[in-house]
C-alpha cells in the first residue's frame, strides 16, 4: 500500500460531480478503490447538505469516517490558537496529522501555513 489520504470535502463533490482534472480524477478514483478516508467533520457537511443524493450517502457510506479523538481534539485546539484558522479545517488538518495522512484539497489556501501538514492541492493536478 501506498501513501495515504484524507479527502477534502470539496474534493469529494467535485469528484462527484466530475470537476476534477483527469490526473486528480484518477487519484482520487484510486483513493476510493484503496479504502477512502474522510474525517467526521466531511461526514456532516457531505450529509448535512438540502439535498443529499445516492451518490454522496453511498461515498460516506463506503469511507473510513474518522471521528474525534483526545489526540485530534488536542491538535485542533493548537491548530486553532496558532494559525487562527476556521475550525472545520483545523479538524480535518489536525485528523490528517494525527493519523498520518495527507489531505486531498482543493482548497489549498486553508491549509499551506500548517507545519507538519503534508497537503496535496488537487488544482495543480
Request: hydrophobic content about 40%.
Amino acid at each position: 500500500m501506498g501513501k495515504r489520504y484524507l479527502i477534502d470535502t470539496n474534493v469529494v463533490i467535485d469528484f462527484l460531480v466530475n470537476r476534477l482534472s483527469p490526473k486528480g480524477r484518477k487519484l482520487v478514483a484510486h483513493c476510493i478503490d484503496d479504502d477512502p478516508c474522510i474525517s467526521v467533520i466531511s461526514k456532516i457537511e457531505l450529509l448535512g447538505f438540502r439535498l443529499v443524493t445516492t451518490e454522496i450517502k453511498d461515498f460516506v457510506k463506503s469511507s473510513l469516517v474518522i471521528g474525534l479523538t483526545d489526540e485530534i481534539i488536542d491538535q485542533t485546539i493548537s491548530l486553532r490558537k496558532t494559525y487562527r484558522i476556521q475550525l472545520p479545517d483545523a479538524v480535518i488538518a489536525s485528523t490528517a496529522i494525527v493519523s498520518g495522512l495527507t489531505v486531498l484539497t482543493r482548497n489549498f489556501s486553508d491549509f499551506k501555513r500548517i507545519k507538519d501538514l503534508n497537503v496535496l492541492d488537487l488544482n495543480k493536478n
